[in-house]
């Protein structure tokens, strides 16, 4: 008689990315607003059946997801994971990007210390290996990562399978919530971008460029 050996179908998982909330000017800690933000998103989240809640390494980032991780009400893991931090994942060249806005696109990441330059693109794959594409399971798969604007940025542009660079100009606010979908044998879908329904006008658009703000 033949051993045989279960399988597991992909199954589709729900991405839900997070900036942390407004943070105090040294970035050692939230400040109340973002405190506030950090509660409101997570009961925003309470109804999702979350798996796992991943979160960066620094402080904002790890105050953040657990403020979200108290209001879920919930033993759900909540892990730490340097893919989920604060780095440039990508340096472009300036033959890739466009010719009125080069100089001002390179002078911006050049001003980024060069480890956080040079280890990026590593951790942004890592990125991309671990929070994205169809979930191993029975079921729809659902987790948060708690990161910062260049990652969540970089994980849009990537559903979108826009050129590497395009993670420029892709801005996210304090504790917006963006959703993304992976269905197996289809297109990754974003299904929301920079959502912040959840949080009173006072508390909405901390960390976007004031020019942008709607």
Do not use: C
């Not at 407004?22 to 109804?47: M, V």
């Not at 105050?63 to 989920?84: F, K, M």
């Not at 987790?143 to 993670?167: G, K, N, S």
């Not at 996210?172 to 912040?196: E, F, K, Q, S």
């Amino acid at each position: 008689m033949t051993a045989t050996t279960a399988t597991t179908s992909p199954a589709t998982r729900f991405l839900y990315i997070a900036r942390h909330g407004e943070a105090s000017p040294d970035e050692t800690e939230l400040t109340e607003q973002g405190r506030r933000q950090a509660a409101l998103l997570g009961e925003r989240l309470r109804d999702i059946p979350l798996s796992a809640v991943h979160h960066g390494p620094l402080p904002r980032a790890a105050q953040t997801a657990r403020l979200v991780h108290e209001q879920l009400g919930r033993d759900i893991p909540l892990q730490v994971s340097e893919a989920a931090g604060d780095y440039v994942p990508y340096v472009p060249r300036r033959e890739e990007l466009p010719k009125g806005s080069a100089d001002r696109l390179l002078a911006f990441v050049e001003q980024f210390p060069e480890d956080e330059r040079s280890r990026g693109p590593e951790l942004a794959g890592a990125a991309l290996a671990h929070f994205t594409g169809a979930a191993d399971g029975d079921g729809p798969r659902h987790e948060l990562v708690v990161t910062h604007a260049f990652l969540a940025a970089w994980l849009v542009r990537d559903a979108l399978d826009a050129p590497a660079w395009r993670w420029m100009g892709l801005n996210h606010a304090n504790a917006a919530l963006t959703v993304i979908r992976y269905t197996p044998g289809r297109p990754a879908a974003l299904l929301m971008v920079n959502d912040m329904g959840h949080l009173p006008a006072d508390l909405r658009w901390t960390g976007f460029p004031p020019e942008l703000r709607a």
